[in-house]
């Protein structure tokens, strides 16, 4: 089984992934990892160094190798769903989970995170409304499920993504979540 989660930056694909992963005992894996190590540097590096186009080409061949050859829970870059070929392989060779953030939350959460190259501008609210508005729809036509982040704990989203994986049968469902038998 393979499950992998798309979203804006900081919008929990690998705090919410590495839960889940534990959860149902899979292995985890987060393509920004994945990438730096083949790079030899930090994303922002690179990004600084060679730009966004140069990334996004390491970023598809890596995403088709992971979508490929790894069972289990795979957290994407924000930016994963830009190329039409990644958007296609993720919906096709796995179930995509699309955890979306109202902007204003997720700057709450990254708005002291200096890893993060596409924040790093004057305005990184306005960035993250206009990453937002740009990406959502490619976000959804990439996932299987939407799960909105808003407040709930990591592990109330993880319970609300269980739940959605076994009422779409990529899980069995567990006996605590069947509702009772009527009896006669």
Do not use: W
Request: net charge negative; proline share 6%; charged share 25%.
């Amino acid at each position: 089984m393979s499950i992998f989660f798309v979203g804006l930056p900081g919008s929990g694909k690998t705090t919410i992934g590495r839960q889940l992963a534990r959860r149902l005992g899979l292995p985890f894996v987060d393509s920004d990892h994945v990438i730096e190590d083949r790079l030899g540097c930090s994303i922002r590096e690179f990004f600084a160094r060679e730009g966004e186009d140069s990334f996004r080409d390491v970023e598809q061949q890596v995403l088709d190798d992971l979508s490929q050859h790894h069972p289990g829970v795979l957290a994407t870059g924000g930016g994963s769903v830009l190329r039409e070929v990644n958007r296609r392989h993720l919906h096709e060779r796995g179930h995509v989970i699309y955890l979306r953030s109202a902007p204003e939350d997720v700057y709450r959460r990254v708005r002291h995170d200096t890893g993060r190259p596409l924040l790093q501008v004057d305005d990184p609210m306005g960035r993250l409304r206009s990453l937002y508005e740009a990406r959502d729809p490619l976000y959804r036509e990439t996932a299987h499920h939407v799960i909105d982040t808003g407040s709930p704990s990591v592990s109330t989203l993880v319970n609300m993504i269980i739940m959605q994986l076994e009422l779409s049968g990529q899980l069995p469902a567990r006996p605590e979540s069947v509702a009772p038998q009527a009896t006669r």
